[in-house]
């Protein structure tokens, strides 16, 4: 948003000045403005907008149906010492630290795996994507089932077994419910990492292996001095996406729990919704969607700063 | 309360018998009427009125058959379109509320508990259409004043509730000991723990239900003396009063199913008609249910009101379901017109039967259908608007009672405590400050 205000032309003034519209055809700056307003009124209407409305909101008494007045800090000063936002704040934080992690880790072994030759690998790999195509409602509800206190399939089958007495209580106790939610959307999310990953991993040339595999390289040395360097952009890229998107993730929890039990899955987002739109409280609604900003800000800062800005990108060493 | 959504040809096969004992007049009469009606009516419809309404999406197959009827009978009397959307008990707030706030795209809403409070100045003053039914239908009961009315003014038409009451299997409950269905807290609490003794377990959702959680806590809440807010609306809920109801729901949880805690609304209509479950707080919707799939859990099954509390008062949340008008609609008049229609006897009552039991009236008059005796499992359903209170118990209706409902707040201290999660103390003062928060 701020290209509007620099492109303006700034050029000394030459001891000939053509008129002020003919300078302006000539411009290529000027005609660059032109072509970027279409996508810069966008992200004015659709972006900046929004946000700023949100921002703006946060700081007013606004209730569903009632335009609210200026209210300065008081709902952040609410929010302060209110247990249960600083709760929502750390299941967040638990959420997408645990579950960017694990998504990580084993995004990465499936794209590796993923990137050797073997039967059927087209096949296999569109399969690989399937948790990411189904719609996040429809594996919440069959997640809701796996995880029911009554109708578990885990359950079931291992009381079965032999292994268990009693149905395990995966969304009612606190910590199997957090650990249950966890590793819903890590199965969702998966996909989405290692088909990335995946993509960068093509982008190898293979005579660095090669070229590697001659000097005596083993897995490990191949995997850490090749495959990771070159992928750490593309690593970057996907972890920041990653992480924002579970970060914000609302569909899976709220379909699962709608942040119980006694809101232990309660994450910002759904906290957010909950006394926003459910209770009708706008302005304190806008105030917990607001307070998720500087954490966004700073998982964008550290996958950007820490991995992309690497001088040997450009060809020189590490500092 | 759950999502029954019965396959075709059950629902086919159910919706017919249903229809044919709930129609007591055949199409062409009921247009006939509704042609009279409309040249009488008070309420004259817009030429060319398109109205967008949005309802709760049906529980019982057979009541959404009887409400298109309705319509269908008052678009051809008056040619006023009516688009009827539906959504779930969860999503029907959001929508109503983002059409509140933006002032487009519905006309009007049948909703749960009071939806109106949330929003009363996007309300269509409704006093004359609910003044009209009072004097025709026997009155409104003093709890469909309360669900209906702020400052003297009718933001909302309380259409009927759907009650929550006790649903439990009557053979378990002998078992344990109760031939009779006990009138007091400590023979309730002494039935819970039989039934569990006898591995037939009671269970009542401690989840973010919106219906089922709410219902009977507010209603232990409520039984031990205990309130959110006092008369001027003033935060009471940090009180000795509370304490005890959370000592008593303690009990009874411990006594409970596990994994009450992470129920939502329809979890207790499936453990029960699956066997698993004994006793529960729920709509007919079981019943009715069971009726279809299950005859033998249906007839083994009853109804009774939850024991009356300390004082020997029974006092009851059930789940309201007020109709509004928004203030923006273009077409108040024919939205005026079709609520009056749809509350007329000749349309509730067959309403109201082929609802068999769901939609219990806030109209006294109301209360003669014989749905409510002809089968003595339905009575109690029938008194449900003598016993309900509105979220606010003592206090007044108003926005921020429909905002601490809507924010569990009642609820989270229960399940806080109940799973251990805080001690008593805590629990209460974390409620007092959340709802501190809202009535500020």
Sequence with gaps: MTTLQTSAPAQAPAAYTPPLWARLQANRNWIALWFMLPAAAFLILFLAYPLGLGVWMSFTDERIGRSGIFIGLENYQWLWDDSIFWLSVFNTLLYTIIASAIKFAVGLYLALLLNRHMPFKAIIRAIVLIPFIVPTVLSAIAFWWIYDAQFSIISWSLIRLGLIDHNINFLGDSNWARASVIFANIWRGVPFVAITLLAGLQTVSPSLYEAATLDGATNWQRFRFITYPLLTPIIAVVMTFSVLFTFTDFQLVWALTRGGPVNATHLMATLSYQRGIISGRLGEGAAIATAMIPFLLAAIAISWFGMQRRKWQQGSNND | ?440
């Design chain 2, 1 to 440: 309360m759950s999502i029954l959504t019965p396959d075709r040809r059950s629902l086919l096969k159910g919706g017919a018998t249903m229809l044919a004992a709930a129609a007591t007049m055949s199409s062409e009469q009921l247009l006939g009427y509704a042609k009279a009606w409309a040249q009488t009516a008070q309420w004259k419809p817009e030429a060319g009125a398109k109205i967008n309404l949005l309802r709760w999406k049906r529980f019982v197959e057979a009541e959404d058959v009887a409400f298109m009827k309705i319509v269908d009978a008052f678009q051809k009397a008056t040619n006023v379109t009516i688009n009827v959307s539906n959504e779930s008990y969860d999503d029907i707030q959001p929508k109503a509320s983002v059409a509140a706030n933006t002032g487009q795209g519905l006309d009007m809403v049948w909703g749960l508990y009071s939806l109106p409070f949330l929003f009363p100045n996007k309300c269509t003053d409704m006093t004359d259409v609910a003044d009209y039914l009072g004097k025709k239908c026997g009155g409104w009961s003093a709890s469909g004043e309360a669900y209906g009315k702020l400052d003297g003014k009718w933001i909302g038409v309380p259409v009927a509730a759907t009650g929550a009451l006790v649903n439990y299997r009557v053979a378990a409950a002998e078992k344990a000991g109760h031939k009779e269905f006990p009138k007091d807290l400590a023979g309730f609490a002494d039935l819970i723990k039989g039934l569990k003794k006898n591995n037939t377990p009671a269970g009542m959702a401690l989840g973010h239900a919106s219906g089922d959680a709410n219902t009977w806590l507010y209603w232990a809440l409520w039984a031990h003396g205990g309130n959110l807010i006092d008369k001027d609306n003033k935060v009471i809920i940090n009180s000795p009063e509370t304490a005890k109801a959370l000592e008593y729901v303690k009990g009874l949880y411990d006594d409970f199913i596990p994994g009450t805690a992470s129920w939502n609304d329809s979890s207790n209509n499936k453990a029960f008609l699956a066997d698993q479950l004994f006793l529960t707080v729920n709509g007919i919707s079981i019943y009715v249910t069971a009726k279809k799939e299950n005859p033998q859990i249906a007839a083994d099954m009853n109804h009774a009101h939850l024991p009356a509390g300390v004082d020997g008062k029974t006092r009851e949340l059930h789940l309201g379901f007020p109709i509004l008008v928004y203030n923006f609609t273009k077409y108040p008049q024919a939205c005026k017109a079709f609520t009056a229609f749809m509350m007329e006897p000749a349309q509730f009552d067959p309403w109201v039967e082929a609802a068999q039991g769901y939609l219990s009236p806030f109209l006294l008059g109301y209360k003669a259908n014989p749905i409510w005796t002809a089968d003595p499992k339905n009575t109690p359903y029938r008194d449900v608007a003598e016993t309900a209170q509105t979220p606010a118990g003592t206090g007044k209706m108003g926005e921020d009672a429909a905002s601490s409902i809507a924010d569990f707040v009642v609820v989270d201290m229960f399940a806080n405590y109940c799973t251990g999660r805080e001690d008593v103390k805590t629990a209460m003062a974390t409620a007092e400050r959340s709802a501190k928060r809202i009535f500020r």
